[in-house]
Each structure stands twice: as structure tokens, then as C-alpha cells.
């Protein structure tokens, strides 16, 4: 590998900067998060690059990894390899893109983990980070050329990350690798050193970031953001002529277009999604694949897709045993296959969507049946949902016949992606307003809690008292939809997505109260206590205020509660004799 070392001045700690971007937070983060290393600016958005080709003799190979300091294990190479290349049944010739998801081998912190934590707690949930998978987007190639023993070129540019922001990166990764297949690594190596120079992934902030002659202007959404809703992105200094590509969005993919091979079960397959089904997506080739399996675990936004979900799955996977066997059921997983093979080894599965090349023509679709599963003898069958499930819910005729009125007045595909998006979310959201009321009426009352004592204790989730709630306060106050509203809930209570949910809102509701105490704590004369108390008193009360300090850092607490802590603490030592002074002012000290 031939790429040369950067010289460590070119973009961290060195003096080019670009003209109008914001100052990154890291510049301004306290403590041991100011000092950034070379490519930990690079880090914050990829883990690393690989050019993955074909080798007559070793089959597919990681040719070039980038940074050269990037560790990926044996098993993350091995999946890279054979997730970076369609099945040879696709037959993808010119240029195709996708994306794949891959267990992670092993836990990794990187230099300024701490920061990236803080752009996490900003984040909606369902784009917060998964700490056990990688995400890889993949640009291959594939075109005929005599000069080599094969005759045809294949190789795959794929940018690997933590961030599930497929929008963004397939927007990067067309502009950057057809002129990579051309200049080869020198190329590479000035494109990861843009990257290198790119301000942190702020929620919320408009961001300008350079790459290869171009300047991407993206904001990434914030958990603040009201669900349903594209934030305008905001004007800053950099002249808008510098500005190629304004995204309207980093994550979202084309809804509308993914789900219309089946148009007329979006509804059963909402269902299926909420309740952690198990799901095989059946395409002709990987863009279907993953296009799919990202539109279906995105119908349920703004609640998050607690499961696994492979966009793009192969037989070569390290997980391929552990999903395919027939000694137990089938997990709670989507995958998106195209090996005619998984037509047979996933037979046994109870969901199965089939689907055909995605095409957007100005045809109807026409009313498909629910097809039964043991009609599902090949990867050639028929398009579309091959299941016994009986769906919980009335359809909703309306948005099928507003949708069909779209595709014959030629209606452009964003437009009907919105309709269908906000058709989602307002089906996801009259399902779980009844939730969040019930699990907000676990929490204490405020003036149950004691600076004194403990933080109180969240009361007990209790399914039937819940079900109670539903005839007064239930889905039917936001929706029309008819059916057994009460059979969905007691499945989804049952489901991974919901007990994912749960501990999510269980761990903020005990963060808040943790919040609240120590708010009431820092109303209190502690220095008054302390001088009543003992010296042992005093100094046990310091070092749980310490604690509580360090603590406090994850905790949704008003602004001016940790500094008026520390004045606390600081007022306490004080008062104390000289030599436990010098004590406890170095106790906690990192």
C-alpha cells in the first residue's frame, strides 16, 4: 500500500481551516478532550475507508485500508470482503450503491470518545449510535476490460462508520469514488484529508464540509426537532456559490420508491415491523436489498428499531448460521438477501417480502394478495408478501387511494415519500401516545423528593393496569383506523422494540429524577449543615458531592446546577482545617 503518511500539521493541529466553518466544540471542550490527535476529526465521521477487489486466486480482498492506523480484526475484514460485492446471480454491471450492517468484533474507544458521546445524547434515538455495528457504504464497479485474466474490472470504494446517515454517505461516495476508480490512491488519500478537516457532526448546526472540490451543506437532525419536520437549513458565512449540494436531509432514503412494489400492505408490514417480526426482503440486487430493509425499519419513526436489521446479507456472513438455523425459531430481524439459495434456506421464515426491480413508471399498481409462504419455492417466484399473518388493524383505503392518484397525475416521488412518511408517523405516534402517557404517570411527584434521602423509585410498568387506560385515553382519540388496537398492544408488549423502548424511557426518567434531587440538594445552605455535622459527616457529605459532580455531567439538570454544586463544595472545603483542605481538594482529581 502506497499511500504516504500526512503530515500531522494538514488539518488538526496545522493552520488550514476553512473560511466561514464554525468552530468545532472540541476546540472549546474542557479537560482532557481538548487535545485532538491526528485523524481524530476523520474518526468523528468514519471509522475508516477500504478498497475491497477481486483477486483470481484469494477471491475477494481488502486491498487498501485508510487510515493506515485503522484496526479492523480478521472476521470485520472477512464480512467487509464479502459484503462489499453483489452475489454473482446479480449480474450488476457499470456502477452500483448500497449499504451493509456488520457486528462490530470488538470494543474500541477512540481519543476524544467523550465528545462523541455529547453529539449522541443530542440525537434523535433512532440515529443514535449502536455501539456493537459498523455501518458499510458501498460504491462498486464492475465493467468489462480484456487487459485482465477475468476480463472484467470489480472493485468496491466502501466507507465504513458508526453513523446510520445513508443519505449523506451515498451522496459522498458518488461524487468521490468514479474519479477514485480513475486516479487510484493518491486520490483517496486527498479525499480522507478533506474528511480530516470536517467539523464535528453537531446535531443541530448547519454544517459545511468540503470534499474534493465541492462543499456539502448538511444539518444533522436533533432530538429537539419536532418528528415529521426538515429543519430549514440556516445561512452562515460561507458564500452560497461555494455551496454544490444543500441535503435536505443525512439519513432518510427514498420511501415511496422502496415501498412500492408493495404498495397495498404498507400497513400490514408497519405491523410487522413494530412488532420485531422476523422479516426477509428478497431482491434482485443489493441497492433493492438495502433500500428496503432501511425504508421498512425507518416506517416506524420516531420509535426506534430495537432489533437487528442486515440491508444487505449474504451466505458468507459471520452471523449466517446463527440466522438461518432451523433448531429454533426464526429471530427478531430483518435481512435483505439476493442468493437465490436463501430461497430455500429461508423458507421456513414467516415473513417474506418478494420484490421485483424497482422501477418508478407512471403505472398503477395493481391489487396484490397476500401470498401464502409454501408458494415461495424460488428467489424467481412471483413479487410480493408471501405471509400467514393477520393483521391487527383495519387498512387505511385513504392513503392508498391518495397515493394511487399521485402516481397517475404523475405526482413527483419526494412529494409522495413526504405524504407517505407523515402517513407513518402520525400512525406511529397515535401508538405510542398512550404509552408515554401511562409511563409518565410511573414517575414520583416532584415534591416526593428529599435532598436528604434517596431519589424516589419509579413505580412498576403494569400491563393490565395500562390496558385500563386504552378504553379513555387510547389510539383512538388521534386515529381512525378501526381493529384490535388492544391485540396489537398486548403483542408489541411482548416485542423487542418495546422493550427497548422501555428501558430507553425508564433510564431518562431516572436520569430526570437524579436531576431533580440534586437540583434540590444544591438549594440547600450546605456549608450551614456541615458546620452542625462532624468532621466525618462533613467530609462523607463532600465526597458524595464529588460524586454527584462527576455524575452530574449525563444528567438533564438546569443550567447553573453544576457550577453552583461546585460552589458548594469548594465553600465546604474551605471551612475545614488546612490539612483535610489539602486532602479533599485533590480527592476526585483526575
Known amino acids: 500500500m502506497s499511500l504516504r503518511k500526512r503530515d500531522e500539521t494538514d488539518g488538526v493541529g496545522g493552520s488550514t481551516k476553512l473560511a466561514g466553518s464554525p468552530e468545532a466544540p472540541e476546540e472549546r471542550a474542557p479537560g482532557r478532550c481538548l487535545s485532538l490527535l491526528p485523524w481524530d476529526r476523520f474518526s468523528a465521521w468514519l471509522h475508516c475507508v477500504c478498497v475491497v477487489g477481486f483477486d483470481l486466486e484469494l477471491g475477494q480482498a481488502v486491498e487498501v485500508v485508510y487510515p493506515q492506523h485503522a484496526k479492523l480484526t480478521d472476521k470485520e475484514k472477512t464480512n467487509?470482503?464479502?459484503?462489499?460485492?453483489?452475489?454473482?446471480?446479480?449480474?450488476?454491471?457499470?456502477?452500483?450503491?448500497?449499504?451493509?450492517?456488520?457486528?462490530?468484533?470488538?470494543?474500541?474507544?477512540?481519543?476524544?470518545?467523550?465528545?462523541?458521546?455529547?453529539?449522541?445524547?443530542?440525537?434523535?434515538?433512532?440515529?443514535?449510535?449502536?455501539?456493537?455495528?459498523?455501518?458499510?457504504?458501498?460504491?462498486?464497479?464492475?465493467?468489462?476490460?480484456?487487459?485482465?485474466?477475468?476480463?472484467?474490472?470489480?472493485?468496491?470504494?466502501?466507507?465504513?462508520?458508526?453513523?446510520?446517515?445513508?443519505?449523506?454517505?451515498?451522496?459522498?461516495?458518488?461524487?468521490?469514488?468514479?474519479?477514485?476508480?480513475?486516479?487510484?490512491?493518491?486520490?483517496?488519500?486527498?479525499?480522507?484529508?478533506?474528511?480530516?478537516?470536517?467539523?464535528?457532526?453537531?446535531?443541530?448546526?448547519?454544517?459545511?464540509?468540503?470534499?474534493?472540490?465541492?462543499?456539502?451543506?448538511?444539518?444533522?437532525?436533533?432530538?429537539?426537532?419536532?418528528?415529521?419536520?426538515?429543519?430549514?437549513?440556516?445561512?452562515?458565512?460561507?458564500?452560497?456559490?461555494?455551496?454544490?449540494?444543500?441535503?435536505?436531509?443525512?439519513?432518510?432514503?427514498?420511501?415511496?420508491?422502496?415501498?412500492?412494489?408493495?404498495?397495498?400492505?404498507?400497513?400490514?408490514l408497519w405491523e410487522l415491523v413494530l412488532l420485531g417480526e422476523p422479516l426477509v426482503v428478497m431482491a434482485p440486487s443489493p441497492s433493492e436489498s438495502s433500500e428496503t430493509v432501511l425504508a421498512l425499519v425507518s416506517c416506524i419513526s420516531p420509535l426506534k428499531y430495537y432489533s437487528d436489521f442486515r440491508p444487505y446479507f449474504t451466505i458468507h456472513d459471520s452471523e449466517f448460521k446463527e440466522y438461518t438455523t432451523r433448531t429454533q425459531a426464526p429471530p427478531s430481524v430483518i435481512l435483505g438477501v439476493t442468493n437465490p439459495f436463501f430461497a430455500k434456506t429461508l423458507q421456513h421464515w414467516p415473513h417474506i417480502i418478494r420484490i421485483g426491480d424497482i422501477k418508478l413508471s407512471g403505472e398503477v399498481p395493481k391489487q396484490v394478495k397476500v401470498k401464502k409462504l409454501k408458494n415461495l419455492k424460488t428467489l424467481d417466484s412471483k413479487p410480493g408478501v408471501y405471509t400467514s399473518y393477520k393483521p391487527y388493524l383495519n387498512r387505511d383505503e385513504d392513503i392508498i387511494k391518495q397515493l394511487q392518484k399521485g402516481v397517475q397525475q404523475k405526482r413527483p416521488a419526494e412529494a409522495q415519500s413526504i405524504i407517505l412518511r407523515r402517513y407513518f408517523l402520525e400512525l406511529t405516534q397515535s401508538f405510542i401516545i398512550p404509552l408515554e402517557r401511562y409511563v409518565a404517570s410511573l414517575m414520583p411527584l416532584q415534591k416526593s423528593i428529599s435532598p436528604w434521602k434517596s431519589p424516589p423509585q419509579l413505580k412498576p410498568f403494569n400491563q393490565e393496569e395500562f390496558m385500563k387506560t386504552l378504553e379513555k385515553a387510547g389510539p383512538q382519540l388521534t386515529s381512525r383506523l378501526k381493529g384490535d388496537w388492544i391485540g396489537l398492544y398486548r403483542h408489541f408488549l411482548k416485542s423487542p422494540n418495546f422493550d427497548g423502548w422501555f428501558r430507553t424511557r425508564r433510564k431518562e426518567m431516572t436520569q430526570k429524577l437524579e436531576a431533580l434531587h440534586l437540583e434540590a440538594l444544591c438549594n440547600e445552605d450546605l456549608l450551614f449543615w456541615s458546620q452542625k455535622h462532624t468532621e466525618v459527616e462533613t467530609v462523607d457529605l463532600v465526597l458524595k458531592l464529588k460524586d454527584k459532580l462527576a455524575d452530574g455531567e449525563n444528567l438533564p439538570v438546569k443550567p447553573g446546577t453544576m457550577e453552583k454544586l461546585q460552589t458548594h463544595i469548594d465553600s465546604i472545603i474551605l471551612a475545614l482545617p488546612e490539612d483535610l483542605q489539602g486532602i479533599l481538594i485533590k480527592t476526585g482529581k483526575m
Open 80 to 268: 467487509i470482503c464479502y459484503l462489499s460485492f453483489p452475489d454473482s446471480n446479480s449480474g450488476c454491471l457499470g456502477d452500483t450503491q448500497f449499504c451493509f450492517r456488520f457486528r462490530q468484533s470488538s470494543s474500541r474507544k477512540l481519543s476524544w470518545h467523550c465528545l462523541l458521546d455529547q453529539f449522541d445524547r443530542d440525537l434523535p434515538i433512532y440515529l443514535k449510535k449502536d455501539p456493537a455495528y459498523y455501518y458499510g457504504y458501498v460504491y462498486f464497479r464492475q465493467v468489462q476490460d480484456k487487459t485482465l485474466k477475468r476480463g472484467y474490472f470489480q472493485k468496491s470504494l466502501v466507507l465504513i462508520s458508526k453513523l446510520p446517515y445513508i443519505h449523506f454517505f451515498h451522496i459522498v461516495l458518488g461524487h468521490i469514488a468514479p474519479e477514485y476508480f480513475e486516479k487510484n490512491e493518491p486520490f483517496l488519500e486527498a479525499a480522507c484529508s478533506d474528511i480530516d478537516r470536517w467539523p464535528s457532526p453537531v446535531p443541530g448546526k448547519t454544517l459545511h464540509l468540503p470534499i474534493m472540490g465541492i462543499v456539502i451543506k448538511v444539518r444533522i437532525p436533533t432530538c429537539h426537532d419536532k418528528p415529521g419536520t426538515t429543519e430549514v437549513l440556516q445561512t452562515a458565512h460561507q458564500p452560497a456559490a461555494q455551496i454544490s449540494i444543500a441535503l435536505p436531509t443525512v439519513h432518510e432514503v427514498d420511501l415511496f420508491r422502496c415501498f412500492l412494489p408493495v404498495f397495498f400492505h404498507i400497513q400490514m
